[in-house]
């Protein structure tokens, strides 16, 4: 008995060997991590907050910087937007037209500010260089009051809540003479028809800008762009109809003629270039049938559109242009052409509203002012009917 208490004296005095081994666990890890890392402890931490740092750069990077990018290309989209509609107003000469449509159309187009909302210009953003261009500046800055907000970069700067981003564009309308696309009919421009008798006699005055027809003042004048009626050709056979391509084109390919490809011309786009100057050759004869079936085709393309005085524009159109606007060429009227295939010299292109065919195949129209791609004239602006625009800046 007395061995068994000195033994278990002994025991008592004795501390477990757990408790050491684990007595100061603060020591015991800091000791490991020396052992495995050579102390570098303190480099992992440093490395963390770098990455910190770099993952904020991108997402500064990320999201600012794209939220910059994306305004821009929508400043700009808003600029060349209003800068060729601003054009479309300086058809008629008036640089208010120009402003006003410039300002409107700036306002369809969106662009990030706090949140996507309207571009809005003034006249203040808007210029003139030249007589035939206009120049159109949008922007979100904060000089107009609607400056691009930023999220990180205010972070790093407070003074960089904001952003200025600006787009510049300028158009600039020219007259277009060589044209594509034209109808199959090439009519007489006016002249000071003195007997008023509706034939040129020799003597009688005629220039294609002061005696022949001219936008936007004869803008809604009807016109017949082919006779019907045998009494009202210009010379027998001859009843407006013309075949393309023109005389003497570079390609070197023959007109091409007969009553498939005249009403083919009619409704489809004819792909020879046509300009003052050119030769167009006669397709002899009234072609009423296929003067009436590709009338009717033509017209079942936009069977609603019309004509309105009031505004001198179409309306119920089912398109933004519609089909039945087409580009026909004027012929010189002290130049006309003889019976047979004989052919017109070609003094300026116009463009059509195409109403109505009539009686033994009349075809009419009332003229109108359009733009239209093609080549520039070398006359400076004001010498063609058709007016062509393009983006300058």
């Known amino acids: ?17 757990w408790r050491l081994a684990t007595g100061d666990r603060g020591s015991g890890l800091v000791n490991t991590c020396k052992s495995l890392l050579g102390n570098r402890c303190g480099s ?29 290309t929508q400043l700009q989209a808003a600029a ?30 969106q662009a990030v ?44 700067n407070p003074l960089m809540s904001t952003a200025d981003m600006t787009a510049v564009a300028a158009a600039r309308v020219y007259d277009v003479c060589s044209s594509q696309c034209l109808r199959p009919w090439s009519i007489p421009d ?26 936007p003042a004869d803008v809604g ?12 050709a210009i010379s027998s056979g001859v009843f ?31 792909p020879y270039p046509v300009e003052p100057g050119d030769r167009l050759q006669i397709e002899p004869g009234n072609m009423v049938g296929p003067t009436m ?8 393309l936009d069977p609603y559109a019309e004509w309105d005085p009031a505004t001198k524009s179409i309306t119920n159109s089912a398109y933004g242009l519609s089909p039945r606007i087409g580009l026909v060429p004027f012929f010189d009227p002290t130049q006309p052409p003889e019976s047979g295939r004989n052919w017109v010299t070609v003094t300026k292109v116009g463009a059509f509203f195409i109403e109505s065919v009539g009686p033994g195949s009349q075809v009419n129209a009332r003229f109108i002012q359009v733009t239209s791609p093609g080549l520039a004239c070398t006359g400076g602006l004001g010498s063609s009917l058709v007016k062509g625009i393009v983006l300058v800046e």
């Open 80 to 109: 060349d937007a209003a800068a060729l509609a601003g054009a479309s107003g300086l058809l008629g000469g008036s640089q208010a037209e120009a402003i006003n449509r410039a300002i409107d159309y700036a306002s369809y187009n």
């Open 190 to 215: 006016r002249w000071d028809d003195a007997d008023t008798n509706g034939v040129y006699d020799a003597g009688e005055f005629y220039d294609p800008v002061t005696t022949g027809y001219v936008a």
């Open 240 to 270: 407006f109809p013309v075949n393309f391509p023109p005389l003497d084109n570079d390609q070197g390919i023959s007109p091409l003629t007969g009553g498939s490809w005249y009403e083919t011309w009619i409704t489809e786009c004819e």
């Open 221 to 232: 004048t009807p016109i017949v762009l082919k006779v019907g009626n045998p009494q009202q």
């Open 113 to 156: 500010q706090e949140t996507m909302s309207p571009v809005v210009i003034t006249a203040s953003d808007i210029s003139f260089p030249e007589p035939d261009v206009i120049r159109v500046r949008t922007h979100r800055t904060a000089a107009t009051g609607d400056a691009l907000r930023t999220y990180f970069l205010r972070v790093i």
């Open 1 to 17: 008995m007395q061995a068994f208490k000195n033994l278990s004296k002994k025991n008592q005095s004795r501390k477990p060997r």
């Open 293 to 300: 079936h590709g009338m009717e085709e033509l017209l079942a």
């Open 44 to 72: 992992a931490m440093i490395m963390v907050a770098v990455s910190i740092v770099a993952v904020f750069a991108f997402a500064v990077l990320a999201i600012d910087a794209s939220m910059l990018m994306t305004t821009r």
